[in-house]
């Protein structure tokens, strides 16, 4: 955008980037140092959205903590469960203090099965729309189809303008 503007006029928004404080990065499950990542060799390292409810409890079950026991967050110390208090502070909208206070005095097994939980309330009700759009494939060829030609009518306008200052002429 800012190289077409600047050759042929303003023409595109220049997209800002939006990136939170906490939680733009989640790290894998099993190894906390590495981004979170479907296409990572260990389907353990990951919560796919369509992922059971037993899956996602058993992966954040099996999560990389520490061995101090409690529930903390220093994400240069102590990797793996700030990235479990930052998944659950995300979903929850809870501050990590927040999750800490409510955890004081429990243990990890405690802390994963509300996460695990917190996650699978997350996840069912994507999940099920999931399950609803693919089971009626005519619907949605549908909702693509109408998706598509919302598409080009937002954007025709614009790339008439765009041609028009390439120079390209349709017939």
């Given at each position: 955008a800012e190289r077409f503007n600047k050759t042929y006029g303003e023409t595109f928004v220049v997209p800002q980037p939006m990136i939170k404080k906490t939680g733009a990065r989640i790290m894998a499950l099993d190894d906390p140092t590495k981004k979170m990542?479907?296409?990572?060799?260990?389907?353990?390292?990951?919560?796919?959205?369509?992922?059971?409810?037993?899956t996602i409890a058993k992966k954040i079950r099996s999560a990389t903590t520490d061995s101090e026991g409690t529930v903390g967050y220093d994400p240069a110390k102590r990797p793996g469960i700030s990235n479990l208090v930052t998944i659950c502070s995300e979903l929850t909208g809870s501050s990590p203090a927040?999750?800490?206070?409510?955890?004081?005095?429990?243990?990890?097994?405690e802390f994963k099965?509300?996460?695990?939980?917190?996650?699978?309330?997350?996840?069912?009700p994507i999940r099920e729309r999931q399950r609803e759009l693919l089971s009626d494939k005519a619907g949605l060829v549908k909702i693509l189809n109408d998706g598509s030609a919302k598409a080009r009518d937002i954007t025709g306008k614009k790339m008439k303008d765009v041609r028009e200052k390439l120079g390209i002429v349709l017939g």
């Open positions: 990542s479907k296409s990572s060799g260990s389907a353990k390292s990951y919560i796919s959205l369509s992922d059971d409810d037993t927040q999750i800490i206070a409510e955890f004081e005095g429990k243990g990890y097994k099965e509300a996460l695990a939980q917190v996650l699978i309330d997350f996840i069912a």
